[in-house]
């Protein structure tokens, strides 16, 4: 087919849309406009991509509802006029094509064009009167994502006219559509997975619809997404997933049997249909997931799940193969298979292109809270650093140093509205004792937007740089920041800030910014961002309360519960002798049942008794409200395993705990007191060898 | 001049166009007759370039016309399905036919579209079917091309309107010397306009002639003898010119094609009580010419059984 443009057609099928980019433009600046009210502070990053994906969504329905109709009422007539008028079909074909990428360039031009002011007014609600350089970061992603659009716009535009010619009926139109557009779903959502370690170990998580869905599905029933591991949500996608893509196979087989029968049926139109090209797109269709699974495979990606679906799609390529060898179209074969190789690597180079860049496909989800945890440490590297390090503690706090310890790896989960999801990131320091590691910063810096994404003092990053400024160097450290996306993926944003790393008994140098190790859901709640208290009170009446509801009822309903409660007296970081006030708790665990309404203890260290008399007020303790705790109480975690699956913590006053428990003073663990010991010992031996000198 | 080579077309195993040739002289009205399904659409997008035919070809003064744009200048189709661009009025698609016919003339559009009083800046959809009917005619005409084929032209337009329209065909093939090509179910309109008229029936061309020598060469006699002469009798009589022979009685009618002036006087040898020499309207040759093809309806809705049981 060769290249050629009629200007006439491509004038003409510029205008038959006008309509269609009019009503995208009015409603891309409606929606750009009345997103900036979004309440959960990520209005700068979000404004970006809503208006694009909501008007996106828009411009779409209206391009089906027309190819539909006009497949439905006017495509006889529409063909045999058009075919009638001096143009080849090549010139109607590439003229059209042409005019469609126009639009499309046209149609996200204009809408990027309705972001800007919309991201104006954003920044202003959240800001305050715009400073200068404020929108820096906002045109290279603003660039990024109108090329990426462009470019997907285009692949959807290409196949929709293969598929338009393929197509006789509103119906096989449709079906044509969704198949593809399922088929190509299905490799989007698997290359996120093949590239992972084109990655430089971190890509963000791809959320999938079905992801989404089930997310959605927990959260609406009011179980437990927030504590649902991701690998079970991605087996149950996973499963999902082979379902579709059986389904698939079987109707594109069904319909490329039917569509080939009536390509020699159908009285008009029949000029215009190709069946082989049909064969072609439904290799396409197939052979990219085949591919891309293999390449998984090859790759040793733990998604292993849609490994089952490659005997599947071998057979149906074979036979579409074969029905083209029967039908002695080898050209075709080999174009086909050209075809697909060219449009699987195409893709694939964007994905990885993307994957670098940590970016995801554009959908957004609504962030709410943040919680970091360290997964495992080992041992320190840099001694050099450490060493530094531990002299500035012996030095000028004269703290002793015992253990030396570094987080490789650190777990970052991502509370919204849908669920959370679980990132895992490297960190590139740390040298910390055990002693003092809960206050020392795992080495990254969140943001959102532009706002840290935990903290209690700083509303901005120019607020925090003016802080960074005063720090001491010794205290400095570069890290890596990271920042919350619009796609509620963690991105990398290549940049690094110094950081103060050195948090000395909470004294001195403060380090708000920094991700804390000791976050519990609780704490996680009040450490959203700070100045959205309507995103903690939704974060806790949607997701705590009604998880605390759920237990509560289940184990009313149910009196047979098999407890474990695990009790914790908080710890003191330092053991040193200005501190030998503090109180040293011993951790107590045992396993109890609840038998028609009586408490039995079942196993655990040490013995505690349980009266019967408590067992309302213990109920009240790990079920009823939380009692006040202020600053001066002394509190004791509390951690409740339901069925060994949950864990549900809190803190009650230790008094009162004592009272129910009958807890007898001091417990302390052999470890510890010997530590203690060493440390009296060593302490009294200092003194003994200053008295001598 | 267009030329039909052994045109076969067929869709889904239905015969749509079997082996069919035929020949459009320039500066003629060619009428396309034929039964329903006979295929008179079919030939005409085949003629048009819509449809590639599966064996065959058809040729403007040479040239193929199946995808090919020179070809497809020189001619315009007005389908019996009309279609506009969504949204058009008459001045866009005035303009848009414009740009793909070089000798579009503006200034006959303005002028017949003041002719027919038709509202160009309205749009199409609000037309009637007549009005659409007309100013697809109009927008036709304004091209100016070598070659027009008009699909049920005159459906929907009133006998005014019919006469206009044909009125401006006319002008434009005297004036121009151009070529119309015309299906009708209305053989009334086409027996006053066709110079040539062809008759199709399965798919196949059972005949292709001037209108006036259809005219004179088919005729239609009512005899009565004095004594009984059986349908066999008369048919031996006539040499087997008669195309259908019905008899009622000792009145016998029948439909006498080529060789009718000798066909007569053999009659007359007979001394027959009377013997009457009818014309025929196109509409009777045509229903007597598909009745010989087993193509009529009983009132019982079978198709073929009672004249051609009479032949």
């Keep these: 087919m060769k290249l050629t443009i009629n200007k006439s057609v491509y004038r003409d099928s510029l205008r038959r849309t006008r309509m269609v980019r009019i009503v995208s433009l009015l409603a891309g600046i409606v929606i750009a406009m009345s997103s900036t009210d979004y309440p959960h502070g990520d209005a700068y990053v979000s404004t970006g991509l809503a208006p694009m994906g909501t008007a996106a969504v828009g411009m779409l329905v209206f391009l089906f509802a027309g190819e539909i109709a006009i497949h439905y009422y006017r495509r006889r007539r529409k063909w045999d006029f058009f075919r009638t008028l001096p143009a080849s079909r090549a010139e109607w074909y590439w ?61 959807f535009l290409a196949v929709l006219s293969v598929i338009r010619e393929l197509a006789h009926t509103a119906a096989s139109y449709l079906v044509l559509l969704l198949g593809f557009i399922g088929g190509y779903w299905m490799v989007l959502s698997l290359i996120p997975r093949a590239v992972r370690s084109y990655s430089g170990n971190f890509v963000s998580v791809y959320a999938s619809l079905f992801y989404r869905m089930r997310l959605l599905h927990r959260i609406v029933l009011a179980t437990d997404a927030y504590n649902a591991p991701t690998k079970n949500l991605e087996t149950a996608y996973d499963t999902i997933a082979i379902l579709v893509n059986l389904l698939l196979a079987v109707l594109l087989l069904l319909l490329g049997r039917r569509l080939t029968k009536r390509s020699e049926t159908e009285y008009i139109g029949a000029e215009y249909r190709n069946k082989s090209l049909f064969y072609i797109l439904c290799v396409l269709i197939n052979l990219f997931p085949l591919l891309l699974i293999s390449y998984t495979a090859i790759l040793g990606n733990e998604y292993t799940g849609n490994l089952l679906m490659v005997p599947v799609l071998i057979v149906l390529i074979a036979y579409f193969l074969l029905r083209l060898f ?368 | 001049m267009i030329t039909v080579k052994n045109i076969t077309k067929t869709f889904d195993g239905t015969t749509a166009l079997a082996n069919l040739s035929c020949e459009i002289p320039d500066g003629r009205i060619y009428g396309l007759v034929g039964s329903n399904g006979a295929g008179k659409s079919t030939l005409l997008r085949v003629m048009t370039g819509i449809f590639r035919p ?66 160009a800046g309205k749009p199409l959809s609000g037309f009637s079917k007549g009005m659409r009917r007309q100013a697809a005619t109009v927008l036709a005409l304004a091209c100016r091309p070598k070659y027009y084929f008009f699909d049920e032209t005159f459906d929907g337009l009133d006998q005014i309107m019919r006469d206009t329209v044909k009125k401006l065909i006319y002008e434009d093939i005297c004036e121009r010397g151009v070529t119309a090509v015309l299906t009708s179910h209305s053989l009334r309109e086409l ?89 025929l309207s196109l509409e009777e040759i045509f229903t007597y010419e598909m009745e010989a093809l087993g193509y009529s309806f009983d009132t019982d809705g079978k198709e073929g059984a009672d004249e051609t049981d009479d032949q």
């Design chain 1, 95 to 155: 003229s059209s094509l042409l005019a469609e990428i126009t639009n499309m360039a046209i149609y996200i031009t204009v809408t990027e064009l309705t972001v800007i002011p919309a991201s104006f007014r954003a920044e202003k609600r959240l800001e305050g009167n715009l400073m200068p350089g404020k929108l820096r970061i906002y045109p290279p992603e603003h660039i990024h994502r109108w090329i990426l659009l462009f470019v997907i716009g285009l692949v």
């Design chain 1, 326 to 693: 029967r039908e002695k179209l080898s050209k075709r074969i080999l174009g086909c298979i050209g075809l697909s190789v060219l449009l699987a690597g195409g893709i694939t180079a964007v994905t990885l292109l993307y994957a670098r860049l940590g970016r995801t496909i554009p959908e957004r989800e609504d962030v709410i809270a943040m919680r970091c945890e360290h997964s495992f440490y080992g041992m320190v590297s840099d001694e050099e650093i450490l060493d530094r390090f531990y002299a500035v503690l012996e030095n000028e706090h004269d703290h002793p140093v015992t253990e030396r310890h570094e987080y490789r790896e650190m777990k970052i989960t991502l509370y919204t509205k849908y669920g959370c999801r679980e990132f895992f990131i490297d960190r590139d320091i740390t040298e910390v004792t055990n002693d003092i590691r809960r206050d020392v910063p795992g080495g990254v810096f969140c943001s959102y937007g532009k706002k840290p994404l935990i903290s209690t003092q700083f509303d901005s990053f120019e607020e925090y740089e003016t802080f960074a400024a005063l720090l001491p160097d010794w205290c400095r450290k570069e890290v890596p920041v990271y920042y919350v996306n619009a796609l509620g993926g963690l991105s990398k944003s290549g940049k690094t800030i110094n950081i103060g790393v050195i948090d000395l008994y909470r004294a001195r140098i403060q380090t708000p910014l920094m991700m804390q190790n000791s976050f519990s859901p609780q704490n996680a709640v009040y450490c959203s961002f700070p100045p959205d208290t309507e995103a903690a009170a939704y974060y806790h009446e949607k997701v705590c309360l009604p998880q605390k509801r759920a237990k509560e009822k289940a184990v009313r309903e149910n009196p047979t519960q098999k407890i474990t409660v695990v009790l914790r007296k908080e710890e003191d970081t330092y053991n040193s002798e200005r501190y030998k006030e503090r109180w040293y708790y011993t951790v107590l665990s045992f396993t109890a049942t609840i038998e028609n309404g009586t408490f039995r203890q079942k196993s655990g260290p040490g013995t505690v008794t349980f009266p019967e008399e408590y067992l309302k007020t213990m109920y009240d303790v790990i079920f009823g409200p939380e009692e006040t705790i202020t600053a001066e109480t002394e509190t004791v975690m509390v951690t409740v395993m339901i069925r060994d699956e949950e864990a549900y913590s809190f803190f009650v006053p230790a008094e009162k705990l004592k009272e129910i428990l009958q807890y007898s003073g001091d417990e302390r663990t052999a470890e510890q007191k010997r530590r203690e010991e060493e440390w009296q010992k060593r302490t009294e031996e200092q003194q003994q060898e200053g008295e001598g000198t």
């Design chain 2, 54 to 119: 599966d064996s065959g070809e058809v040729d403007f003064d040479g040239e193929p016309v199946y995808d090919n744009p020179a070809v497809k200048e020189q001619f315009v189709l007005v389908p019996d399905e009309l279609y506009f661009l969504p949204g058009a009025n008459m001045k866009r698609m005035a303009k848009f036919y414009r740009n793909f016919y070089p000798d579009f003339s503006m200034e006959r559009f303005e002028q017949l579209t003041e002719m027919l009083k038709l509202n």
């Design chain 2, 191 to 279: 027996d006053n306009t066709c110079d040539e008229l062809a008759l199709l029936h399965q798919g196949k061309l059972v005949f292709s002639h001037e209108v006036e020598n259809i005219k004179t060469a088919t005729k239609k006699v009512q005899v009565v003898f004095a004594e009984d002469v059986s349908k066999e009798e008369f048919t031996k009589l006539c040499d087997g010119r008669c195309r259908a022979v019905r008899c009622e009685g000792r009145v016998i009618n029948a439909i006498l094609s080529e060789g009718a002036e000798e066909t007569e006087a053999k009659i007359r040898e007979k001394n027959p009580v009377l013997l009457e020499i009818l014309p």
